[in-house]
């Protein structure tokens, strides 16, 4: 009877996927297996795989995870369709077991399907949080954590010990990203100077470590309906997890508002913003907690990633390196630091911020987009609740759309002034249309600001017995395009000593 009962599952995927094929003009791919479909077929950098096989099939492909069909486009025509044309129809978002559970099921803004939740939400960030005037008020954070950073690495590569070894860059970009996105979020440092993390940021880091572990081990019956019944979700974990997330923004939530009524007022972070816009909005509990929590999910590795990238290619192009250092010399000098008041005066520093993401963008493929209608994209038929993702890492690498798209080369923004914030869909690191990325522009000052400084303040070559060509630029698998093998590299000061010194700034 049980084997019997097993049998069936082939059975009813050939069915399924007959009468899609039969009902719909699904867009061509490999051939699927019974109940797993194509995930065995899967490479494990994802991106890559699927832009493989737009070499073999087009660029809009069937790929079936399981039972549920997945769409992935991999033009900028294409992009244009699912984005801006058809978005309304595609701006729905599938949420997994774990996303659900994180999420209280699209109480907060990533994981929200469109709808009057996600548009009252989506107001709150683009018109209260990331508006130009708060993130100007909390440019002085920012620009404090990148000179921290600069004084780290100052400091451990002039120690007798360090001098004239390599250092894992990686390690300093993180502290900042870290820091910088608590002191927006919560208005809190957990790291001080030396690197130790109190109390408090020890158990956020746990948290955001343990979240990642558990929703990372969801079986394939994730994606196969029909076998869940065998892999039952670990209940316990995430309601020990939610509750553990709760308690401690919660204790930051009572900090906060102490502190309001002793101060008499509200701090620009984001957390004191929420508190404060709480009944202009009717936002619940678990709408501020969840938009805090993907701030941070969001913000965490996304930045430094996408630096860490950038000194990579940097150091492989030691050209561009000098190029970029000597405008820095030109317009800021030797005796002062940059400040992100002077991008409108380093417009090289820009195209090689804009380069890094062209070719390194932090999410390759997005998140996907969940048709809520049936629609066609590109003349092909996409079935309502079908998964569409936009390959932007394929996309920035298209021959016909850039020229020399492989190499690094930052001047071709100079030559083209080319958007990078959803209005181009050549160029697509934070999305575009309705689901584009509210904090686009905290992002990219924060990575500009990022390569400015490490810039002047450096010169940067790779480690000893390493040629510049033996740096690893390969991708490690996952949601975010880690590097396969961290960076390391060797920084050798080039500005007076005076100007390593953090002076720090309470907000």
Known sequence: MGLSFLLLFPLLFLLHHFYYRLRFRLPPGPRPLPVVGNLYDIKPVRFRCFAEWAQSYGPIISVWFGSTLNVVVSNSELAKEVLKEKDQQLADRHRNRSAARFSRDGQDLIWADYGPHYVKVRKVCTVELFSPKRLEALRPIREDEVTAMVESIYKDSTAPDNLGKSLLVKKYLAAVSFNNITRLAFGKRFMNSEGVIDKQGQEFRAITTNGIKIGASLSMAEHIPWLRWMFPLDEEAFTKHGDR???????????????????????????????????????????????????????????????????????????????????????????????????????????????????????????????????????????????????????????????????????????????????????????????????????????????????????????????????????????????????????????????????????
């Open 245 to 507: 997330r709760d308690r401690l923004t919660r204790e930051i939530m009572e900090e906060h508002t102490l502190a309001r009524q002793q101060s008499g007022g509200a701090k620009q972070h984001f957390f004191d913003a929420l508190l404060t816009l709480k009944d202009k909005y009717d936002l619940s509990e678990d709408t501020i907690i969840g938009l805090l929590w993907d701030m941070i999910t969001a913000g965490m590795d996304t930045t430094s990633i996408s630096v860490e990238w950038a000194m990579a290619e940097l150091i492989k192009n030691p050209r561009i390196q000098e190029k970029a250092q000597e405008e820095l010399d030109r317009v800021i000098g030797h005796e002062r630091v940059m400040t992100e008041l002077d991008f409108s005066n380093l417009p090289y520093l820009q195209c090689v911020a804009k380069e890094a993401l062209r070719l390194h963008p932090p999410t390759p493929l997005m998140l996907p987009h969940r048709a809520n209608a049936n629609v066609k994209i590109g003349g092909y038929d996409i079935p309502k609740g079908s998964n569409v993702h936009v390959n932007v890492w394929a996309i920035a690498r298209d021959p016909k759309v850039w020229k020399s798209p492989l190499e690094f080369r930052p001047e071709r923004f100079l030559e083209e002034d080319i958007d990078m914030k959803g209005h181009d869909f050549r160029l697509l690191p934070f999305g575009a249309g309705r689901r584009v990325c509210p904090g686009a522009q905290l992002g990219i000052n924060l990575v500009t600001s990022m390569i400015g400084h490490l810039l002047h303040h450096f010169n940067w070559a790779p480690p000893n017995g390493m040629t510049r060509e033996e740096i690893d630029m390969g991708e490690n698998p996952g949601l975010v395009t880690y590097m396969r093998t961290p960076l390391e590299a060797i920084p050798t000061p080039r500005l007076p000593a005076h100007l390593y010194k953090r002076v720090a700034v309470d907000m």
